[in-house]
T-cell receptor, first 107, second 113 residues
Framework: KNEVEQSPQNLTAQEGEFITINCSYS?????LHWLQQHPGGGIVSLFM???GKKKHGRLIATINIQEKHSSLHITASHPRDSAVYIC?????????FGTGTSLTVIP | EPEVTQTPSHQVTQMGQEVILRCVPI?????FYWYRQILGQKVEFLVS????????KSEIFDDQFSVERPDGSNFTLKIRSTKLEDSAMYFC???????????FGEGSRLTVL
């Protein structure tokens, strides 16, 4: 069974804090996606990873293929980062999603 | 910036009725996807489509569902006979490459009464 587990489920942080969201999966994948779902429901792709590390602004994503684990880091968090962050893995042409991490950043 | 557009944004239908959800992917993208998200639950993959045929589908995508790219720009999801449990947000996405970055539409909320 292809499981994608995220932790934590919910996260509240003070503005400026460094945030880490974790994602573990159970089988070999061809790619891993980090997505951001806004309070209104829209989904935006943040990163697609198959190895190593990517950085975009204050966001950093890493993946360890051997350990089947990825992390999403947010540096200098801001209230506008408040959203649900979703990890999704691609296996062949199928996708499996985590349940998401709900992040609230308090001013 | 190019975007994926979906219509309608919200549709209310009676159980048993047919529904067509429409998507216009980004114009130079070749891979198209439908996902759904039941309220309060995680996003679920329905189907991927490439080169005018389904390349992969999930267990959810049974005979009640079909997809089509009728005219080279639209990508549609049809539900033949809607059930209450089909109520969900349906997201279309496209990508330029197979294992490529996904671009999502804003979603179509389907409510089945």
């Amino acid at each position: 069974k292809n499981e994608v587990e995220q932790s934590p489920q919910n996260l509240t942080a003070q503005e400026g804090e460094f945030i880490t969201i974790n994602c573990s999966y159970s089988v070999g994948i061809s790619a891993l996606h980090w997505l951001q779902q806004h309070p209104g429901g829209g989904i935006v792709s943040l990163f697609m990873l198959s190895s190593g590390k990517k950085k975009h602004g204050r966001l950093i994503a890493t993946i360890n293929i051997q350990e089947k684990h990825s992390s999403l880091h947010i540096t200098a968090s801001h209230p506008r980062d408040s959203a649900v962050y979703i990890c999704a893995v691609r296996i062949s042409n199928q996708f499996y999603f985590g349940t998401g991490t709900s992040l609230t950043v308090i001013p | 910036e190019p975007e994926v557009t979906q219509t309608p944004s919200h549709q209310v239908t009676q159980m048993g009725q047919e529904v067509i959800l429409r998507c216009v992917p980004i114009s130079n993208h070749l891979y198209f996807y439908w996902y759904r998200q039941i309220l309060g639950q995680k996003v679920e993959f329905l189907v991927s489509f490439y080169n005018n045929e389904i390349s992969e589908k999930s267990e959810i995508f049974d005979d009640q569902f079909s997809v089509e790219r009728p005219d080279g720009s639209n990508f549609t999801l049809k539900i033949r006979s809607t059930k209450l449990e089909d109520s969900a947000m349906y997201f279309c996405a496209s990508s330029a490459e197979g294992p490529g970055e996904l671009f999502f539409g804003e979603g179509s909320r389907l409510t089945v009464l």
